[in-house]
């Protein structure tokens, strides 16, 4: 079941701040958070397992609800870098592990 | 370390000939994914090994499309005969099925183009 990323695009001025949301309607199992430029590779960025969790590095970071339906990554004071189109991948219960659903997408454009 | 290496980069090749799309992961990692990507559709799994053997080919569009992993170095796609419609990028991607919360690394993509 794919899980629905919302916005489908942002455009952000440098040292703004944005949020990517990631739903499912079931509970999963962890979410992974990847970056895509464009012409390049997925560049995983984290993965969040339990209810309740934050983590981040540096001003990207991002959470997991407690219910381990929603996770949102926060990109804050952006900066040109951060363009590019960031995906959550999912795993579900019962699934094959490691195998990850990817949302459609959020485009980040960041302009100077 | 050398991350997961796919090729070719690019591939033009006119519709209904074979392409064999060529993937090596990363040392170590025990599963491997090939994932097709298109603006229609996004980042689709097509198929996942682990420890060489296919787990879930769920996401292989047809009979046309074939993978195999021989060995824990290597792995190939093929489509045969291809279409126009399998234009798309072809990421391959690997992980350590070990404990929870694999992070999966991708190769850099094969660009493939039917004409």
């Known amino acids: 079941q794919q899980p629905v990323q919302s916005p489908q695009a942002v455009i952000l001025r440098e040292g703004e701040d944005a949020v990517i949301n990631c739903s499912s309607s079931?509970?999963?199992?962890?979410v992974h958070w990847y970056r895509q430029k464009h012409g390049e590779a997925p560049v995983f960025l984290m993965i969040?397992?339990?209810?309740?969790e934050q983590k981040g590095h540096d001003k990207i970071s991002a959470s997991f609800n407690e219910k381990k339906q929603q996770s949102s990554l926060y990109l804050t004071a952006s900066q040109l870098s951060y363009s590019g189109t960031y995906f959550c991948?999912?795993?579900?219960?019962?699934?094959?592990?490691?195998?990850?659903?990817f949302g459609k997408g959020t485009k980040l454009s960041v302009k100077p | 370390d050398a991350g997961v290496i796919q090729s070719p980069r690019h591939e033009v090749t006119e519709m209904g000939q074979e392409v064999t799309l060529r993937c090596k992961p990363i040392?170590?990692?025990?599963?491997l994914f090939w994932y097709r990507q298109t603006m229609m559709r996004g980042l689709e799994l097509l198929i996942y090994?682990?420890?060489?053997?296919?787990?879930?080919d769920s996401g292989m569009p047809e009979d046309r499309f074939s993978a195999k992993m021989p060995n824990a170095s290597f792995s190939t796609l093929k489509i045969q005969p291809s279409e126009p419609r399998d234009s798309a990028v072809y990421f391959c991607?690997?992980?350590?099925?070990?404990?929870?919360?694999?992070?999966?690394?991708f190769g850099e993509g094969s660009w493939l183009t039917v004409v």
């Open positions: 969040l397992l339990k209810g309740g």
């Open positions: 991948g999912t795993e579900n219960y019962g699934g094959s592990q490691g195998n990850l659903i």
């Open positions: 991607a690997s992980s350590f099925q070990g404990s929870a919360g694999n992070t999966i690394y």
């Open positions: 040392s170590g990692h025990n599963s």
């Open positions: 079931k509970a999963l199992y962890s």
């Open positions: 090994f682990n420890n060489n053997v296919p787990i879930d």
